[in-house]
C-alpha cells in the first residue's frame, strides 16, 4: 500500500508513519530526514539545504523530487510506502503523480492530519530525541519516564533538531499555509482521501489510521 501522509509541521506525521511502518512493513520516506541525513554528511546537497531548513523555507522542488524518485526504486519500497512530508507543493504532487505512473504505481490513500497552530508551536518547541537510539519525546507530551534517560535504551544523551524553535516554526508554518495547503483540495477531489483529527493522543490517531486503512482494503 502506498500511502501519504499531509499535515502541518508538527502534526504527527513522522510519528504516525513510523507506527505504520512498524505495523504493515512500509517503508517510511521522509524527505526531512533525508535532508538532515545530507546535512550532516556535509554532501553537497546537505550544504545547499542547510540554511534554507534552518530559516524554516522549503527546499526547492528539483531537489526533493529527485530525492523521492531515487529512493521508491529501491526494493524495499515494493512492499509499499509511507510519503512524510512529501508532496509539499503544487509541483511535487505533480511531479509525484508522474512518477508513480511511469512506474505503474498508484497512491492507495491520502491521509490529512489536522492540528492547530496554536498546539503546533508547543508541540514542536518541546520534541527531543534521544542522540543513540532515536526514540522520539516531548517536554509536555511524552517526557521520558526518568528524568534526563531514555526510555528505550537507557542513553543520557538527546538531541533537539534545529528548526524545532518558536522563530523557525512561523516560517515553517506560513510555509505550510501557503505552499502544501493547497495540494489539499487536489487530492481530496481525487477521492482516497481522509481527514484524521492530530490533535488526538497519539495511539487514538494512530487507531483512526489503521481503521481508515482496513476499511479500504476490505472494500
Ligand atoms: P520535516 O522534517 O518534514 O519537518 O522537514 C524539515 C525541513 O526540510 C522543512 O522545513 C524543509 O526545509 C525541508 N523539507 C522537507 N521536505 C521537503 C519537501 N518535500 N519540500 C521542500 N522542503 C522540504
Request: hydrophobic letters at 40%.
Amino acid at each position: 500500500m502506498n500511502l501519504i501522509l499531509l499535515g502541518p509541521p508538527g502534526a504527527g506525521k513522522g510519528t504516525q508513519a513510523e507506527r505504520l511502518s512498524r505495523r504493515f512493513g512500509f517503508v517510511q520516506l521522509s524527505t526531512g530526514d533525508m535532508l538532515r541525513a545530507a546535512v550532516k554528511a556535509g554532501t553537497p546537497l546537505g550544504l545547499k539545504a542547510k540554511a534554507i531548513m534552518e530559516a524554516g523555507g522549503l527546499v526547492p522542488d528539483e531537489v526533493v523530487i529527485g530525492l523521492i524518485a531515487e529512493r521508491i526504486d529501491q526494493p524495499d519500497c515494493k512492499k509499499g510506502f509511507i510519503l512524510d512530508g512529501f508532496p509539499r507543493t503544487t509541483a511535487q504532487a505533480e511531479a509525484l503523480d508522474k512518477m508513480l505512473e511511469g512506474r505503474k504505481l498508484r497512491l492507495d490513500k491520502v491521509i490529512e492530519l489536522k492540528v492547530d497552530d496554536a498546539a503546533l508551536t508547543e508541540r514542536i518547541a518541546g520534541r527531543f530525541t534521544c542522540a543513540k537510539c532515536g526514540a522520539g519525546y516531548n517536554d509536555l507530551s511524552k517526557p521520558t519516564k526518568v528524568p534526563g534517560v531514555c526510555d528505550a535504551c537507557g542513553s543520557k544523551e538527546f538531541s533537539r533538531r534545529k528548526d524545532d524553535n518558536r522563530e523557525t516554526v512561523v516560517a515553517r508554518l506560513k510555509a505550510y499555509h501557503e505552499q502544501t495547503a493547497p495540494i489539499i483540495p487536489y487530492y481530496r477531489a481525487r477521492g482516497r482521501f481522509v481527514s484524521l483529527d492530530g490533535m488526538a493522543d497519539m495511539d487514538v490517531v494512530e487507531a483512526a489510521l489503521v481503521k481508515s486503512l482496513a476499511v479500504m482494503t476490505n472494500g
